[in-house]
C-alpha cells in the first residue's frame, strides 16, 4: 500500500542525516584539535567541556572516554613537544650539554604557544600521564610530564663525566630535580610577566641551568645562539 500523498498537515519526513562512522582514533583526533582551538582562543579556564563536545559535534561523555579530565588534553600537549625535542635534541649533542639545549628548546616550544603556555606551565607538576591510543587499543601510558623530563635529565647526567671538583657533592637524583626546578620556575616567571607576552628569557634559563652543573663538577654548557 503507497503511502498517503504528502500535504500542509502532512509534510515530506525529511530523514536526518547520517554520520560518517568514525574510528575511536579519528574522534580522539577531532576533540583534540577542537579543544585546542577553543584553548587558544579563549583560555583554558574559560573553555567548558559542552563547548569542545557541542563544536566536534560527540556527546559529553565521549570526551571523557578519550580524555579523563582536560588537563589531559595539556598533558598531551606537553609529551608531543618533548617527543619533538628529545629527537631534535639527542639528533646534536648529548650529556649535560643535551641537558641545556633540551631545556631551552622546550622552553621555546612552550613560549610560542603563549595560550597553551599559560595553561600547562602552572600546572607542570601535577600534569597527569597523558591517555594513548593507537588503532583504538589503549597502550601503557608514559609518566606525567615533569617525572618524564626529570628522567631523561637524570639519565643525560649518567652519561656525563665530572670534569672538575664540585663545589658540592649531589647525586644525579637530585641535581635532575633541580635542573627541573629551576625550568620550572623559569618559565612561572616569564608567564607570569604580562600574561607570557615578552620573549622567553633564554639566557636567564642557560646561566641558572650553568650555574648548577658548573656547581656539580660538570663543563659549562654553551650558549644558546
Not at 622552553?107 to 600547562?120: F, M, N, Q, Y
Not at 607538576?125 to 609518566?143: F, K, N, V, Y
Not at 650553568?210 to 654553551?222: E, K, T
Amino acid at each position: 500500500m503507497s503511502p498517503d500523498p504528502p500535504s500542509p498537515e502532512r509534510p515530506f519526513l525529511v530523514s536526518p542525516k547520517r554520520r560518517a562512522r568514525r574510528s575511536p582514533d579519528q574522534i580522539r583526533e577531532r576533540i583534540y584539535r577542537v579543544a585546542l582551538r577553543r584553548i587558544r582562543e579563549l583560555e583554558f579556564d574559560d573553555t567548558p567541556v559542552s563547548g569542545i563536545t557541542r563544536e566536534a559535534d560527540v556527546a559529553k561523555g565521549t570526551f571523557f572516554n578519550h580524555f579523563p579530565t582536560k588537563e589531559h588534553l595539556l598533558s598531551r600537549v606537553l609529551h608531543e613537544k618533548m617527543d619533538r625535542v628529545f629527537v631534535r635534541v639527542i639528533e646534536r649533542v648529548g650529556g649535560t650539554d643535551a641537558i641545556a639545549a633540551a631545556l631551552d628548546d622546550l622552553a621555546l616550544e612552550l613560549a610560542g604557544d603563549p595560550p597553551l603556555a599559560r595553561a600547562i606551565v602552572p600546572r607542570l607538576p601535577t600534569l597527569p600521564p597523558p591517555t594513548i591510543s593507537r588503532d583504538g587499543a589503549d597502550e601503557e601510558s608514559p609518566p606525567e610530564g615533569s617525572e618524564r623530563l626529570r628522567r631523561w635529565i637524570r639519565d643525560r647526567l649518567a652519561e656525563s663525566l665530572q670534569v672538575a671538583v664540585p663545589l658540592e657533592e649531589v647525586d644525579d637524583q637530585t641535581l635532575s630535580v633541580l635542573l627541573l626546578a629551576t625550568f620550572e620556575v623559569t618559565l612561572r616567571e616569564w608567564v607570569s610577566s604580562a600574561k607570557g607576552d615578552p620573549p622567553f628569557p633564554r639566557r636567564l634559563l642557560h646561566d641558572r641551568i650553568a650555574y648548577l652543573l658548573v656547581s656539580a663538577g660538570f663543563s659549562r654548557p654553551p650558549t644558546p645562539s
